[in-house]
């Protein structure tokens, strides 16, 4: 069951995974990106935490959505419309279901449709699809999203700046498939799946 | 990182507002954004609107070419960071005089999923908006199953065909068909002699030893297609144009445009100078330029390079529009 | 060095065809020469003719001027290196129609000799020949005693008032008078984050190390007035605006025009945030700028850095002479 | 008693140095100058090779004026006009009188009129001046022209572009004065002073 409670739990870990691994995010997506992925999730999640802090009690409806339009407004690139539109689709279904399983798989959808990516493309949703998939088992676990992300590394891209190297990009690992991870992680942390 | 700026995090907001004060003949910013527009504005009366726009770092691209007769506005991201939809939309909200307004979008993911998203906003604001993803970077193979093709320097040259189409009148309807027509006869290749670096990471894109150059670079210090030693001018000029040439077919008989681009640290010495072995190879294959432009167009912040776009002039009326006389910055 | 050349020898000659291949429109070579002239040669007709040049290595200065309301011919040497008196007596014959020709030199030992023999020659001809020496850099303190101050940036804005006078018909006497009062009233001052490479010298003038700077370097790689570890863009514009305050004594009811230059590898991202700079350290002084230009006008090879004229238009016909429509490459 | 011979001597001889001390002119140049002074030079004398090449016996007028013409349209910067009136000079003058004395004398005022410089300026002029009074006095030698380029080490520049930098022109030679330097030296060992 996700809370507006666990929204803001969730948040507040991502934005510190993303502080403490902004550089990271970016070195990865130098050799395959153009390097400002950390950058990226950064400057949105400090529009996140910023947006929030002016909530009191929000609704979970409330919350998803405040999440996404900070998102959508302030990451830019390719990163933000992706997470954005797959915060904006949990917004606009938690009031039908609040089951992880079924919230993800919409935000899922949505990333898929924005973007035109598939799984094996080596991005994000690399990392999505098999979380999904283990929320629907009920097996998710830290380990799985770990080796998601880190079964990027032998894709070649399809999508995204990363595919103008073709085969090049092989041996790196996607820095959306990583940043996702930290999201996935930060969800369990927060209590998401307890 | 050397470079004349004060806070890496504050490059993109002081350099617009460097830009609309020193040009307010020009353009002007949209309140709350980074996206400038015409200063001129009765120049957009019933006129289709015109927005581009991308990453900043490709300075005079975008707002260099805002002004009467090219574009109407453009939006500027963080440094080679698509602009977000909120910004976009602001931008086609302000340009649009009611015939609607038209996208010119460079083939980046970021760029086409934030450029669409402000499309589905303006849309539920009843404002027609169509749009052009230009990928002239004819580096990367063409493949339906990938990104496709980068957006680079021939889109200045797009930007001039619908702002001067949209400048005579025509409708959404009738740029987006001049933008289509046009876009498969428009072809780039860059090479790289340094890469840029992005003042919020200070530090190059990627290496090149002090001998190499890289042929196929983007514009976001994105790879190329293959790494040398340093060549002579007229041996990368020979490159760069049997590369367009496997593209385009060169023909004698055909009236081509070609914008030669330097990438930012690239003195107009060097570009001359390239000019002289370009119009020496077409010259062997018969042709010679309809129109040319040699210059800092569409750049890669400080990366030192050069690209080559050639335009294949297959319609009468495009060396007009490219002559048309416009108001901006830049061109 | 790594530069897009073929032999460093030979950059000079093969800049100038690419640059009047590429520009028909614009400009011709005057035969045998490294000299363009006007392509539109009925508009030197019944005019003073503006002949200007210098050493190669500030492009688009000095070609890129010569056009319509500008410039009517320019004359390159060799890199850093004054043309030769021949090439200029050239020039001069190609643009007088009678009236006389007006040479705009730069403050250089090498410029003053080879442009007065010149000078010399053309009067062998009975073509009257008048002239200013620019020397609009502040960073050298002025004596009677030395060679005086050097010639940079504010060159420019003297091509563009002479040029618009001649155009408008002004007589050689009227332009000469014109000259030498706007002269004092124009003033420049630079900073360099790295020095120029000549071609046929193959490293960089002088070596600053990756966090310093130096103000007051001329565009030949001279070396300033002082050293220091990189400052910030407002910093920068503090000590700019500050050096020129001193000389020309800036007054709020007075009306400026500013030209924020690039030395060739700075790109304009960082221009435009030094402008905004600029424009904020101008504004607490008062001045909003009445005429205002960005780019690279007067470079110096590669070398990265900017430098700010600022010119003090005291006579209203000023402003006038700087908005003047031109038809050149560069302006 | 200077003779088109000598002078045609005297050319090659200069050439050679030229050739040979290019690299090292230019860098003289480098520090008080813009690094040009070598492949300055080195044009002009290629260009009075091949002038001198296309004629066939000249007269003392004809070869100095060729030189002249030479130097003039090919060296630019400050030091071809200086060396080509100093030849101009002599060429005007070699009808008058054809003493080294006399004839370098003229040359040496062409040079103070053209550049507005004198003696203690820092320039060709401090190798020039005491050439021209040793040769007055019969006492023209290499040692002598040697230390006159030396002593402009101590000097502050006051034209040309060494002049920009005031007092930090000193503890450097001007590279005018050393090309000079290889210019009387020639002159010696061409035999004119014999
Ligand atoms: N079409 C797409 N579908 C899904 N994910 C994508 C797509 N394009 C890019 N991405 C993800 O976005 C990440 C890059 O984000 P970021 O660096 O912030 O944007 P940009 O590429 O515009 O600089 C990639 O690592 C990848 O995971
Ligand atoms: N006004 C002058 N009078 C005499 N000699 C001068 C003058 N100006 C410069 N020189 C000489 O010219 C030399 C520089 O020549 P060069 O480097 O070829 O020209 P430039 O300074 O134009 O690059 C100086 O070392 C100096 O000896
Ligand atoms: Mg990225
Ligand atoms: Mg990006
Ligand atoms: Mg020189
Ligand atoms: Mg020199």
């Known amino acids: 069951m996700i809370t507006a409670e666990i929204v803001d739990k969730w948040m507040k870990l991502f934005y510190s995974k993303i502080s403490e691994q902004k550089a990271y995010l970016s070195e990865l997506d130098t050799p395959i990106g153009d390097g400002d992925h950390g950058n990226n999730m950064m400057r949105g999640m400090q529009g996140v935490e910023d947006s929030l802090d002016k909530l009191s009690n929000p609704d979970l409806k409330t919350i998803l959505k405040t999440v996404a339009m900070a998102l959508i407004s302030k990451v ?46 080596k991005t994000m949703i690399d990392v999505w699809a098999p979380a999904v998939a283990a929320l629907e088992t009920d097996s998710l676990s830290v380990e799985k999203i770990e080796a998601a992300a880190a079964g990027t590394k032998d894709l070649v891209a399809k999508k995204g700046r990363a595919s103008y190297l073709g085969e090049r990009s092989v041996g790196h690992l996607d820095p959306g498939a990583v940043s996702s991870q930290y999201l996935f992680e930060s969800f369990i942390e927060a209590g998401g799946i307890e | ?86 910004q976009i939309y602001e931008a086609i909200k302000a340009v649009n005089t009611g015939r609607g307004v038209f996208l010119v979008i460079k083939n980046y993911s970021g760029d086409v999923m934030n450029f669409d998203m402000a499309s589905d906003m303006a849309e539920l604001d009843d404002i027609p908006v169509k749009s052009i993803i230009v990928d002239d970077d004819i580096a990367v193979e063409n493949s339906l199953y990938t ?3 980068r957006g680079v320097a021939g889109t200045v040259l797009m930007h001039k065909l619908v702002g001067a189409a949209a400048d005579q009148g025509a409708s959404l309807e009738e740029i987006e068909e001049l933008a289509n027509k046009a876009l498969p006869h428009i072809s780039t290749i860059a090479v790289a002699l340094s890469a840029a670096t992005v003042p919020e990471v200070g530090k190059p894109g990627f290496e090149l030893a002090d001998d190499e150059i890289e042929y196929g670079v983007g514009i976001h210090s994105e790879p190329g ?44 010495m060097e570009q001359y100078v390239f000019s002289h072995d370009l119009l020496d190879e077409l010259a062997t294959r018969k042709i010679k330029p309809a129109f040319m432009k040699v210059g800092n167009y569409m750049t890669s912040i400080d990366m030192a390079g050069i690209s080559l776009t050639i335009f294949d002039l297959i319609d009468e009326k495009w060396l007009d529009y490219l002559n048309y006389p416009v108001e901006t910055i830049a061109w």
Do not use: W
């Open chain 1, 76 to 121: 830019g690139g390719a990163a933000g419309p992706l997470y954005g539109t797959a915060f904006l689709e949990m917004a606009k279904n938690c009031e039908k279901t609040q089951a992880p399983a079924e919230l993800f798989k919409l935000a899922l959808e949505g990333i898929k449709k924005r973007g035109g990516a598939t799984t094996g493309d």
């Open chain 2, 225 to 268: 297609y293959r790494r040398e030693k340093i060549k002579t001018s007229h041996e990368l000029a020979e490159e760069l144009v049997s590369k367009i040439d496997r593209e385009l077919k060169l023909d004698a008989t055909h009236r081509y445009a070609i914008l030669v681009n330097g990438m930012g640290a690239t003195p107009l």
């Open chain 2, 147 to 149: 990104q496709g093709r």
């Open chain 2, 1 to 86: 990182m050397k470079k004349i700026i004060n806070s890496p995090g504050d490059v993109v907001p002081e350099m617009i507002d460097g830009l609309v004060r020193a040009y307010p003949q020009y353009v002007e910013r949209i309140p709350g954004t980074e996206a400038v527009v015409r200063s001129n504005k009765s120049s957009m009366d019933g006129k289709v609107g015109i927005v581009s726009g991308g990453g900043s770092g490709h300075e005079p691209a975008h707002p260099g070419f805002v002004g009467k007769g090219m574009l109407s506005a453009a939006v500027a991201g963080q440094v080679f960071t698509s602009p977000t939809p909120d």
